[in-house]
């Protein structure tokens, strides 16, 4: 086109040419009808090169139409609308473009499509950057995702806008059900979110806007509560409060682990102090055996030799019976401190649960005691010294028995383990129960509740020690106002070889 027609200025050209995109005119049947002056700097190629060829010829140098498709030509020949595709091309260099090519149709009076303007945008900045963003996108949602840390981030009204699959795994909820049933606040107990958001933006703690690892807890979708290490962030824009954000950890296995080594520590401790006391208990026994034995025999002595009658025979048998109870606590430290070695055989548990019973069964203790039994029709075999354990189920039921101050249920059950290795036996009384404080020192030697006179504090710290050389546990499984159960459980014996020397 020129830019003088007649000698007149022709501005349409002038407009045409300043078009900061390369721009061409096609006619209907594809031929270029003209190209502007960026079109022509883009290309290097002069005009005459240019106009009468197909644009297809030009750009692809193909015979009838774009090799790719998707030529939106007959789209806006039809519907007389502008088109834009986005196409991707690669320059001779070999470097990857993208560009934008806006198809505008100039319609005549009929409203026929006489010419189409298509121009061409290098988009390629704009994509790339596109693409980078995608893909760092694409990575800290990997980065969220893949965490060991449950990560979650809501709005300033508690709407939840992230979480993470350890998040989804903790709380119980999808991202998705979360967005649409809970708030954050929600998340946690009755006050403790506001009790966070106040840590958050004091600055005293940790920063504004920051709250290093703290111990809350997270109510999950069953409204259990779970304890987690949280560590949170409010993010800003300026000084204007956007969203807050958390990272938090599961605590359930950490606290678990941590009360299974606070009972194991307990457990060496009680049984160092059994071994020292049970020394110290066994060398007081055999010291006082020796001289009660004589105070017995010579005060029996005197006794006999008495006339009828005589005032002092009274006092006398006072002795008697005084040295007697001490001869019987002496029998009982010599029990607890276990001096004489364990004559193991193989026993069956629900015979020696009877046999223990019958024992005692005739005192007048049991007066008012209903007995249930409920044994196990396996048959249960144990490895252990049957004496010895004739004496744990003996003290547990006259414990039992004594709790309930002689009237009440006392139930015998026996029962396999789950995993068939043990043999358990459950003692359960209807009595007053154990409280928290004396829970922690019922097998400590001494320790009694009774009247003096009445209990030596023994039977229990015996029975733990006797149970803990048969490889087996003692402990309470449940007290409180309706009574105690004692359970234990001791390993069952299977065949010959499995029998231990001791
Ligand atoms: N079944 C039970 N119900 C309530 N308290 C119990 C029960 N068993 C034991 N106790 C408590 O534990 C304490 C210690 O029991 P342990 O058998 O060691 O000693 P004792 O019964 O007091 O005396 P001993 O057994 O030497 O005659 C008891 O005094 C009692 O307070
Ligand atoms: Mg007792």
Same mark, same amino acid.
């Not at 144990?382 to 010895?388: F, G, L, S, W």
């Not at 009595?431 to 004396?438: A, K, L, Q, Y």
């Given at each position: 086109?020129? &830019? ?20 061409? @005119? ?7 009808? /003209? ?12 005009? $005459? ?54 198809? /505008? ?88 979110? $506001? ?25 999950? /979708? ?80 005197? +006794? ?24 019987? @606590?002496?029998?009982? +430290?010599?029990?607890? /401190? ?35 039994? $409920? ?34 249920? +006392? ?18 009384? &209807?009595?007053?129960? @154990? ?68």
């Amino acid at each position: 086109m020129e &830019t003088e027609k007649n000698g007149q200025f022709d501005w349409k050209v002038r407009v045409f040419d300043t078009l900061s995109f390369p721009t061409l @005119i096609l006619r209907p049947d594809k031929t270029i009808l /003209s190209v502007n002056r960026n079109f022509v700097k883009k290309y290097g190629m002069a005009k $005459e090169q240019v106009i009468g060829k197909a644009c297809h010829d030009f750009f692809y140098h193909t015979k009838n139409h774009c090799p790719r498709g998707g030529c939106p030509l007959p789209t806006v020949l039809q519907s007389g609308e502008g088109q834009t595709i986005l196409s991707h091309v690669e320059t001779k260099s070999g470097e990857e473009k993208w560009e934008d090519r806006v198809f /505008s149709p100039i319609l005549d009076d009929e409203g026929q499509v006489r010419y189409i303007i298509e121009s061409i945008r290098d988009v390629t900045r704009i994509k790339t950057m596109e693409k980078e963003l995608t893909e760092l996108r694409g990575f800290l949602e990997k980065a969220i995702q893949g965490s060991t840390s449950a990560i979650m981030a809501a709005d300033m009204k508690g709407n939840i806008l992230v979480m993470n699959r350890t998040a989804e795994e903790i709380t119980g909820y999808t991202l998705k059900e979360a967005r649409e049933k809970i708030t954050a606040r929600e998340l946690h107990p009755p006050g403790q979110a $506001e009790e966070i958001m106040k840590k958050l933006r004091d600055s005293e703690i940790g920063g504004k806007g920051r709250l290093p690892c703290t111990r809350v807890n997270i109510l999950n /979708s069953r409204g259990e509560s779970i304890p987690v290490e949280l560590s949170a962030a409010i993010i800003y824009e300026g000084a204007e409060e956007l969203a807050t954000m958390g990272i938090f950890n599961d605590l359930r296995e950490k606290l678990a682990h941590e009360e299974r080594m606070r009972q194991v520590m307990a457990r060496v401790a009680q049984a160092e102090k059994m071994a020292s006391l049970g020394q110290l208990a066994a060398g007081v026994a055999h010291e006082i055996n020796n001289p009660l034995t004589g105070i017995l025999l010579y005060a029996s002595l005197v +006794l006999e030799g008495m006339e009828e009658g005589d005032p002092r025979k009274d006092d006398l048998r006072l002795v008697i019976e005084d040295a007697n109870r001490c001869k019987e @606590i002496v029998r009982n +430290l010599l029990a607890y /401190s276990r001096q004489t070695l364990p004559d193991k055989e193989v026993l069956e548990l629900n015979d020696l649960v009877e046999q223990s019973l019958r024992l005692i069964r005739d005192q007048r203790l049991f007066m008012r005691v209903e007995v249930v039994k $409920e044994l196990s029709e396996r048959e249960m075999l144990i490895h252990a010294d049957k004496n010895q354990l004739s004496q744990v189920i003996i003290n547990l039921i006259i414990n039992a028995i004594d709790s309930m101050e002689r009237s009440g249920t +006392l139930r015998l059950r026996t029962y396999p383990s789950e995993d068939g290795h043990e043999a358990c036996l459950e003692i359960t009384d &209807t009595g007053c129960g @154990i409280s928290e404080e004396n829970l922690l020192r019922i097998f400590d030697p001494f320790f009694t509740t009774k009247e003096p006179g009445k209990g030596t504090g023994l039977g229990l710290s015996t029975a733990y020690g006797i149970v803990k050389d048969n490889e087996g546990i003692i402990k309470v499984k449940e007290t409180g106002e309706n009574g105690t159960t004692f359970l234990v459980t001791l390993p069952l014996y299977h065949n010959a070889s499995e029998i231990k020397p001791f």
